[in-house]
Each structure stands twice: as C-alpha cells, then as structure tokens.
C-alpha cells in the first residue's frame, strides 16, 4: 500500500485567490490523479498527472482553472485558481495500487472553503 | 461506459443489526468492483475489492461483499453493525485498475 500525505489538510480562502495543494506519496509511482469531492456528493476525477508528461484533463476542468505540477514520481500539486464558493469542496490526491488488481490510495483530502 | 449506481443515499440500522448496502454496476469488460469507506473528515479507505477471483470477498472490519454477475450487483454486508462503522461508504467499478468510476455513496447511521 502508498501513505500519502497532502497539505494543506484544510484551508478558509478568499474569492479570486489561488491556493496550491501539495501530495507526497512514501512510493515511486506512474500515475497521480486528482479527484474532487464536492459537499454530499461523490468522486469526481479531475485529471490524472504522469512524470515528465502534461496533465490528462477531463471533460469540465480546465487546465487554467486547475493547473498540475509533476516534477517527479512522488510528488505532485493541484492548484486551484481564481477560486469561487463553487469550488469549496474536498480534493483528493491518489495513486493506483502496486500490483494489476488496481485498487486506488488515497490521500487524506484538502477541504477547502471559498468565502 | 461503466456505471455505478447505490441503492439508498442514506441507510440507518441498529446497533448489532444486519448491514447491507448495495451496490448495482455497469461494465463493458468484466469488472473489478471495490468497496471504500469515508470517516468523517478523512479520506477514502479501501474496505475490500472484487478482481475475478472469488466472488465472496472478505474485507476489514467484518465487512463482506459477493459479486454477482447475473445481477450485476455487488452488495456490502456485515452480520452486526457496530457504532463505528458509522460512515460514507462508496462503490466503484474499474476497467482492469483504470477508468475509475464512483458510485454516489451511501451515509450509514448505526443507532445506539
């Protein structure tokens, strides 16, 4: 199994600020994906980030909106830009399973709140 | 396409009574099926998965799961809630690992 570890665990932010989060993984991993989580609802993968390649958006999010950094294979950061209250939710970092039965880790979660 | 989807958005059941949360799914290929819990204010704990090896799965915490292929359906059971089990609990379906897909989730209420 990955222990994963994210930052900031929870944040309060203004409208039209930009806040960075951070997710280190104890293990070399290919593949990181960023899901989001909105209040009450469930998972909702946002992209999926590979070493040395750009980010694999999906349909709705926007690399300008949530631009992704993956300088190696156990790190990687989600910003979120230009925040609205619509993006208050819980974003989660997680890497798939060592082996081909393919179980995903995940993070503890940045909740965050936009005011 | 997968699919997933959970019957009940909210389940409440009593203290030391069956659970059972289910779960109906989607798949083009066959599929590996998994089960994650969420504790309040933590992230998603894998409780057990499904990858085309039995199909009675055991998971942590006395939780259980059987595929079912002609149902398509893969139900979360455990003999006898306890308050900590108390929880958002998510389904999911894969592609052989990739293309996750997630369920909506069922809050489960254990009542003393």
């Known amino acids: 199994s990955a222990v994963i570890s994210q930052k900031p665990s929870r944040d309060i932010c203004q409208r039209g600020t930009s806040l960075t989060i951070q997710c280190q993984v104890d293990?070399?991993?290919?593949?990181m994906f960023w899901y989001r989580q909105q209040p009450g609802q469930s998972l909702t993968l946002i992209a999926t980030?590979?070493?040395?390649?750009?980010?694999?958006?999906e349909s709705g999010f926007v690399i300008d909106k949530f631009p992704i950094s993956r300088p190696n294979l156990t790190f990687s950061t989600l910003t979120v830009s230009n925040m609205s209250p619509e993006d208050s939710s819980i974003y989660l970092c997680?890497?798939?399973?060592?082996?081909?039965?393919?179980?995903?880790?995940f993070g503890e979660g940045s909740r965050l709140t936009v005011l | 396409a997968q699919s997933v989807t959970q019957l009940g958005s909210h389940v409440s059941v009593s203290e030391g009574a069956l659970v059972l949360l289910r779960c109906n799914y989607s798949?083009?290929?066959?599929?590996?099926l998994f089960w994650y819990v969420q504790y309040p204010n933590q992230g998603l704990q894998l409780l057990l998965k499904?990858?085309?090896?039995?199909?009675l799965v055991k998971g942590i915490n006395g939780f259980e799961a059987e595929f079912k292929k002609s149902e398509t359906s893969f139900h979360l059971t455990k003999p006898s809630a306890h308050m900590s089990d108390a929880a958002e609990y998510f389904c999911?379906?894969?592609?052989?690992?990739?293309?996750?897909?997630f369920g909506p989730g069922t809050r489960l209420s254990v009542l003393p």
């Open positions: 997680s890497v798939a399973g060592g082996t081909n039965t393919g179980e995903l880790f």
């Open positions: 999911a379906v894969s592609e052989y690992g990739q293309n996750f897909v």
């Open positions: 293990s070399q991993v290919t593949m």
């Open positions: 980030a590979n070493q040395g390649s750009e980010a694999t958006y």
């Open positions: 798949s083009s290929v066959p599929p590996y």
């Open positions: 499904y990858t085309s090896a039995a199909t």
